[in-house]
């Protein structure tokens, strides 16, 4: 939100695109490897059982990037009502 302030309109625009991007390819990541590792049995595995707690890293990695996400359509939307109708001064 705070990025909003100090850079444009139209870069905060982009870096929104980028984050839905980069949350949709976690979304990716963690359906894949949470169908492959979560109900694995790690038996004297370590492997497996890294994995397994990388599926859950992975989890909140998409969570992180949903906030940022969420945050930066915050600051798209509120981003292009900031200025007044007569002097397009800046409102606070």
Do not use: P
């Not at 850079?7 to 976690?26: E, G, H, N, Q, R």
């Not at 049995?41 to 492997?47: F, K, L």
């Not at 915050?74 to 109708?85: A, C, K, P």
Request: charged share 10%; glycine share 8%; aromatic share 14%.
């Amino acid at each position: 939100m705070i990025l909003s302030i100090i850079v444009s309109y139209m870069t905060v625009a982009i870096l929104f695109a980028w984050d839905i991007a980069l949350f949709i390819l976690w979304c990716a990541v963690f359906g894949l490897f949470g169908s492959m590792y979560i109900h694995e049995n790690a038996e004297m595995d370590s492997g497996v059982q890294r994995m397994k707690n990388a599926v859950w890293i992975d989890l909140i990695c998409l969570l992180l990037w949903f906030i940022t996400s969420i945050m930066g359509a915050i600051g798209f939307v509120r981003g292009r009502n900031n200025r007044t109708l007569h002097t397009g001064r800046v409102v606070i």
